[in-house]
């Protein structure tokens, strides 16, 4: 590419071309007109403004701030326990180069992975990520602006952070005031590091090679620390570490079936992968007869927690959002105006310490450790990020700027795993959701296809797979006079999305046995 090329102004009548993560991360540069845009997840140098709105809260606006880059080719990774050196670097030197009148929070968002893809039963790709990203955000006279970069070593570590305070200050000045940015004022500090055994690459290997045996297996196996860390020169100082491990497979069989599955722990533990990988098998072989084609209609269904934890992710989609309420977009106004309501034996809480969430966010608010969102079937606490709390008026609980728990947790029930098949008798078993989304918002009702080892029982019996159907029902109705039963033990279903690095968090959530759900197609 050509200094022509690079000063060529973007074409706003055409989707633009994107960098890769690590790509963009290394050749941030000044655009040649600093045009703002829209931008999903940028993973480049960037300064933010604006806000979130609550029908899109992953879409602020950014605009392009370059970061000067030292250039020489970086000799040596980050391991895990680097972090906590790379983190006190960072902390120091904001406390270093800010200056009064200044506010300035740094977030650190670090990992060391391990990753391994599998296709057909067989490895494709295994390899190793270390990467910090350091997002540091400016306050000064109302005004707000955040610039991220990429840290390579404790050592280099002040020259970055200097560079893009600079960088900040040139770029805030003309800024509009923010009426509701805020950050806390009091500092807070915290420490949680909850390190364990990873596994070698070489142990992953023989466990997923060996479990899959001749299948045909596709999966992306991830492992290893990471870290979510805040300082700030008011004195905050939170530090973050787990490590923990996943494997997302499924097993394809003929006529498009898959029997899909997301496995986790918080450390290697190839005893209960392997037992995973076996149970995946049994499916599979089920799944492998004549597909059965069922005429539209309600039938009594058995959700398995996967399909159950995809239902409540998207009750987490302005379900639970203070910004979501106030604006007439979230799906549960009814329930929370006392018009509606689930089944008594229905509850769901947001508990960061069962899922190892940090507590802290980047504006330096602490979260309760546990929120219930839904209590005995009725609306509890909702999440109020600081700019709503400022916005509406409100107390807030330092949720995130998206407003959606990280950890919802569903509480257990007393159907015994072993006994759930016996307990449906004849109906459907829906191991997973293909695709969700509303098909009326205000009334919490849903649609979605099945597509995963959805199988049709009878008398308690897997006895072929269901060819694909959509649904349409309401989740007043499913969840409240429709909801027989809730399974005795509940599954962690991991977050498995690495698009800007690994994430804490999922869902847990036990099976659930309904009266009827109802199939349009």
């Known amino acids: 590419m050509g200094q022509a090329d690079r000063e060529r102004p973007p074409d706003a009548g055409r989707a633009q071309s994107e960098l890769s993560r690590r790509l963009g991360d290394l050749l941030a540069q000044p655009r040649g007109r600093r045009r703002a845009r829209d931008d999903a997840g940028a993973r480049h140098a960037v300064l933010r403004q604006g806000r979130a709105r609550a029908d899109r809260p992953r879409r602020p606006r950014f605009a392009g701030v370059p970061v000067p ?57 295994a390899g190793s990520v270390e990467r910090s990203v350091l997002a540091i955000r400016m306050f000064r006279g109302g005004r707000q602006a955040q610039i991220r970069c990429t840290l390579a070593a404790p050592r280099g570590t002040a020259a970055r952070v200097r560079e893009a305070l600079a960088a900040l200050r040139r770029a805030i000045e003309p800024l509009p005031v923010d009426p509701y940015a805020c950050f806390e004022q009091e500092p807070g500090r915290s420490e949680h590091v909850a390190r364990a055994d990873a596994a070698t690459p070489d142990e992953v290997l023989a466990a997923i090679v060996d479990g899959a045996g001749d299948a045909d297996l596709v999966g992306l196996y991830a492992g290893g620390a990471v870290v979510r860390a ?63 084609r069922l005429e539209p209609g309600a ?36 329930a929370q105006r006392g018009e509606m309501r689930f089944g008594p034996s229905f509850s769901i809480v947001d508990d960061l310490e069962a899922l190892d969430v940090p507590r802290f966010q980047p504006e330096g608010f602490v979260r309760p450790t546990r929120s219930v969102l839904v209590e005995d079937g009725r609306p509890g606490q909702r999440l109020v990020s600081p700019r709503s709390a400022l916005e509406f008026g409100v107390g807030g609980n330092g949720a995130d700027d998206d407003e959606r728990p990280s950890a919802p947790c569903v509480g257990a029930g007393q159907l015994d795993e072993s006994a759930l098949l016996d307990a449906l008798g004849t109906g459907i078993a829906i191991s997973n959701l293909w695709y969700l989304n509303w098909s009326d918002r205000q009334a919490c009702r849903a649609t979605g296809m099945t597509r995963f080892a959805t199988l049709w029982v009878e008398n308690g019996a897997a006895v072929a797979p269901v060819a694909p159907m959509r649904f349409d029902d309401g989740l007043y109705r499913l969840f409240g006079e429709g909801l027989l039963g809730l399974g005795a033990r509940v599954e962690t279903i991991p977050e498995v999305q690495t698009w800007d690095g690994r994430e804490p968090g999922g869902v847990r959530a036990p099976a659930a046995l309904v009266e009827a759900l109802r199939f349009t197609l």
């Open 230 to 292: 805040l300082a700030s020169n008011l004195g905050h100082r939170h530090y973050h570490e787990a490590t923990s491990a996943s494997f997302d497979f499924s097993i394809h069989c003929a006529a498009g079936q898959a029997s899909k599955h997301a496995w986790s722990a918080p450390r290697w533990d190839a005893a209960a992968l392997r037992s995973a990988l076996h149970a995946a098998h049994e499916q599979a072989r089920i799944l492998a007869r004549p597909a059965r």
């Open 69 to 125: 880059r030292r250039r020489r080719v970086r000799r040596r990774g980050v391991s895990s326990g680097d972090f906590v050196a790379l983190f006190d670097a960072a902390g120091a030197a904001v406390d270093r180069y800010a200056r009064p009148g200044e506010a300035v929070f740094a977030w650190l968002r670090a990992e060391r992975s391990d990753f391994v893809r599998v296709n057909a039963a067989r490895v494709r790709q």
């Open 299 to 334: 039938y009594r269904a058995l959700l398995a927690p996967a399909a159950l934890a995809d239902l409540v992710s998207l009750l987490g989609w302005g379900g639970f959002s203070e910004r979501a309420f106030r604006s007439g977009q979230s799906p549960l106004v009814r």
